[in-house]
């Protein structure tokens, strides 16, 4: 350390607070609901090299704290005062922008004429253009049809704008007056991180300022690998599962190989599915990434919260990505819906970490982020208004002496609910129902907070409905140390009249006036036996709304009626129930456990590798045609995982054959 720890702490929570004010700045003067309501931004000050040294604790979005600006910076060049760098491509950038409607903002910091740090900022905009309102489509199969996408340069010299660069991006969105206006706001928080960092320096001065960049992230580095110390040393598997690609009806497994050392964590992405000819894939570059690394983030911070939130928190993690998976995909593939794989990410790396120490590892959370977005046209003006309805979350999962939260789950990012007058006033959309989805949560001796349920009413004809990162829908929330696993995500039209329909996966659903759509979000899995659960806690759920009769009955073995426990009923339900043993460490469902009856590990493992070597302009079309020769019963997307696996024992031999032949195909391996 260059500094003492006194001065170092003042200038922790100074430059915390400087990152800090800049969003709130950003909030502040931002035009759209993303930014005012959703907070889908954040801000960060950047060390000379790229990295993040100081990040915001208490607003936008959490988890970015592991992107790099290095690249962005270097491919621009010299900068001047009031040069400000712009990108939105998710390979240009080298995966600081993970998709294109997330404006990326670098502004260079200086001081007598040196560049001392950068600010960066993000917001995720309305629209960029691209195949539908949004920019998002899970269908989308590469990123010429996901909107505008620009490489680093700069939109503002010497502070004005680049007129070339404002006229090409006005030309290519739906809503560029929206987009400017949260652009200007982001300009706004810039201007307050310059100033804030030119009184930093003219307090403390210019080298300890510079000393502080190096010495916080170096005390974030050793804190944080205290903490991962923590985990016992060896090496931790887990998978788990996309419903879907939306292209064809297999499962997209995402696998991970934990080795930890004294602290030392590697995160091995080898045997993950190949990329999808469809929006899930995650542009990592190819190195360790935020969307890699979150989960590990929200491991440090739980065990100590004042451990600096900067860059430093990951010195001690490696990861690997293997190229042309889900995890890293090549160019040109369509990256917008990257978050739903994302969310996967995290739970594979909470499954590993529950191996190691379970009491300190939820089950897993609802697993889902969907910006529910609706698209309206003023018959008047032609103009489009694009608004998200509500970014709909499930419920967190139970933990060791805890319930999880209910409708609500901040595993990926801090995204806030949008408020119902607003999006009304905002919209042509009437809300009718906006609660928590009962029965939704895990049972367990700790419940699973329960998901949430959204009906909101058309009032213009030829409006559009898109979903984005709709997932749960097949494969649930687990549970563990016997909890049981959370109900799965539904999406229904015309809920409860002649016209009611399944939805599954949205991708743009065109309605008109009076068209009512329904989203129930999934809960989070339960921890511990349910039927050891507090009698009181039963009840109070069941008061409560959060668990029915029929619930507190069969999986808690709690008998109420008349809004009482029956004790006499209860006592001998749950003595019934003696000698059930816990089920093991994880709760999956009916529907991962029968699919895995024939896609076993090691086997599924093989495969993927074997299809990363493929050609990437047929890799895509391999795998779906390799899957629907040997699952017959995999008709459509969302099919019935059961049926298509009805004769498992044949199948899994079957199934293990094919891969054989495929991975000794000429041009892939050799044949043993």
Request: glycine share 10%.
């Amino acid at each position: 350390m260059r500094l003492d720890p006194v001065t170092l702490e003042i200038l922790n929570n100074k430059l915390q607070s400087v990152a800090n004010e800049m969003s709130y700045t950003l909030m502040r003067a931002g035009r759209t609901l993303y930014v005012k309501e959703t907070a889908d931004f954040s801000t960060a000050l950047v060390t000379r090299g790229g990295k993040f040294f100081a990040y915001p604790d208490a607003i936008g979005v959490t988890g970015f704290v592991d992107l790099d600006c290095g690249p962005s910076i270097r491919a621009v060049g010299d900068l001047e005062p009031g040069d400000v760098i712009f990108t939105n491509h998710p390979y240009e950038s080298h995966g600081l922008c993970s998709h294109t409607p997330d404006l990326h903002i670098i502004a260079p910091y200086f001081h007598d004429g040196e560049i001392v740090c950068y600010g960066w900022s993000f917001l995720h905009s309305a629209d960029v253009g691209g195949k539908v309102p949004c920019s998002i489509s899970p269908s989308s199969y590469e990123l010429f049809q996901e909107g505008l996408a620009i490489p680093p340069v700069k939109c503002r010299r010497a502070g004005e704008w680049d007129e070339t660069f404002l006229r090409i991006f006005r030309a290519n969105c739906r809503t560029p007056e929206e987009n400017i206006g949260d652009l200007q706001a982001m300009f706004a928080a810039h201007k307050v991180g310059q100033d804030r960092i030119s009184e930093v320096i003219d307090q403390h001065g210019l080298a300890t300022f510079l000393d502080a960049q190096d010495d916080v992230i170096d005390y974030a580095a050793s804190k944080a690998r205290a903490v991962l110390r923590q985990i016992p040393d060896g090496v931790y598997e887990f998978w788990d599962y996309l419903d879907d690609d939306m292209v064809s009806p297999v499962p997209v497994r995402i696998r991970l190989k934990m080795t930890v050392e004294d602290g030392k964590v590697d995160l091995d992405f080898g045997g993950t599915d190949p990329q999808v000819m469809a929006a899930f894939n995650v542009p990592t570059g190819g190195h360790r990434h935020a969307w890699l690394t979150l989960a590990l983030l929200k491991f440090v911070y739980t065990n100590d919260p004042t451990v600096p939130l900067n860059h430093g928190v990951f010195h001690s993690v490696t990861a690997d990505a293997p190229q042309g998976s889900i995890v890293n995909p090549e160019y040109p593939a369509a990256v917008g819906v990257r978050h739903a794989t994302s969310i996967r990410i995290y739970d594979v790396i909470q499954g590993a970490l529950a191996q190691a120490v379970p009491e300190q590892i939820p089950a897993s959370t609802g697993g889902i982020v969907i910006p529910v977005v609706l698209a309206e046209r003023d018959p008047d003006t032609g103009h489009q208004d694009i608004i998200v309805v509500e970014p709909m979350l499930g419920g967190t999962g139970a933990s060791h002496q805890q319930d999880g939260v209910d409708g609500r789950d901040s595993s990926i990012s801090n995204l806030a609910n949008n408020p119902i007058e607003t999006v009304e006033s905002s919209s042509g959309a009437i809300i009718r129902d906006y609660a928590l989805r009962r029965d939704s949560g895990g049972a367990g001796k700790w419940r699973g907070g329960v998901g949430l349920e959204l009906t909101f009413e058309i009032t213009k004809d030829g409006a559009q409905v898109l979903g984005r990162g709709m997932e749960r829908l097949r494969f649930r929330p687990w549970g563990l140390c016997g909890g049981k696993a959370g109900l799965p995500a539904r999406t229904i039209l015309n809920r409860g009249t002649a016209q009611e329909r399944e939805l599954g996966r949205i991708d743009m659903l065109n309605l008109n006036a009076g068209d009512r759509v329904t989203v129930l979000t999934p809960g989070g899995g339960g921890y511990g036996d349910p039927f050891e659960r507090d009698l009181a806690a039963v009840l109070d759920d069941h008061q409560r709304g959060l668990i029915s009769t029929a619930s507190a009955e069969n999986d808690y073995g709690v008998v109420i009626q008349d809004d009482a426990i029956d004790a006499e009923a209860t006592a001998r339900l749950r003595q019934a129930n003696t000698a059930r043993g816990n089920g093991g460490l994880y709760h999956f469902g009916p529907e991962r456990e029968a699919w895995e009856t024939v896609c076993e590990d090691p086997t599924m493992t093989r495969l993927a590798e074997t299809l990363c070597r493929v050609p990437l302009a047929v890799r895509g079309q391999t795998r779906k045609q390799f899957f629907e020769d040997i699952f017959p019963g995999l008709a459509s997307v969302g099919a019935d995982l059961g049926a298509a696996v009805q004769d498992a024992a044949a199948m899994k031999e079957s199934f293990k054959d094919a891969v054989d032949q495929l991975s000794a195909a000429e041009g892939l391996v050799d044949a043993d």
